[in-house]
């Protein structure tokens, strides 16, 4: 073989090498690029964070039984002042060793802002007496006697309850307070300062809003 084929043979073989490393190069830049463009759907940001703990099926907290329709959410207040979500949940689990008393909640607030989810939202909870066969409950969380949420939690139950009026096609006038059906004074802040009641159901309707414009930014 002359020198010059040779030599020839070796320049092209580089080229084709060197065209196959660039291609490998673009390629992985592109994939990196559309990792950065679109994060998985479970790593996209959520609107709300709900800390799914669904109590063992028992008699005493979590029955089994079919909501028969949701027509309402019911607010509470735990009226144990400084305790955590997760403490009134794992309380709700213990009745069914306890036997205490017949008692729980689907959802309830912490005063860090948490949501833990206790009972599945196909099941009643024993939280709102005569409402419960149709009503969502949440139980929110205080720091003193008064019983007026701090700020993390009044936020998180707004947004939890725009959420639950946007899955059920609900208003807030839907939203009801637990006094509203055994006249029993929970939540305490609520039924001594009307005006914070209303101003509650006003940043509902605004919280509605401004979930449906986040679920249409992510679409
Ligand atoms: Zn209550």
């Given at each position: 073989m002359k020198q010059s084929t040779l030599k020839m043979i070796l320049t092209i073989g580089a080229c084709v090498l060197l065209g196959i490393l660039l291609a490998m190069i673009v390629t992985l830049n592109i994939v990196a690029m559309q990792k950065d463009v679109e994060p998985k759907k479970e790593e996209e940001p959520k609107w709300i964070d709900i800390d799914r703990q669904f109590l063992t099926k028992n008699e005493y907290s979590r029955p089994g039984e079919k909501l028969s329709e949701v027509n309402g959410i019911v607010i509470h207040y735990v009226c144990n002042p400084g305790s955590s979500a997760q403490a009134n949940r794992d309380y709700f689990e213990l009745l069914k060793d306890t036997k205490n008393r017949y008692a729980s909640s689907h959802f309830i607030v912490g005063l860090e802002g948490?949501?833990?989810q206790c009972i599945p939202l196909r099941e009643i909870a024993y939280a709102s007496n005569s409402r419960n066969d149709d009503t969502i409950s949440i139980e929110c969380c205080h720091p003193d006697d008064t019983g007026e949420?701090?700020?993390?939690?009044?936020?998180?139950?707004?947004?939890?309850?725009a959420h639950l009026c946007n899955v059920y096609n609900l208003e807030p006038k839907d939203i009801i307070r637990h006094y509203d059906v055994t006249k029993k004074e929970c939540p305490k802040y609520f039924v001594d300062h009307k005006d914070a009641w209303k101003q509650f159901k006003k940043d509902v309707k605004e919280a509605m809003e401004e979930e449906i414009a986040f679920n249409?930014?992510?679409?």
């Open positions: 948490e949501i833990i949420f701090n700020v993390f939690t009044y936020e998180s139950t707004v947004k939890l309850a249409q930014k992510q679409n």
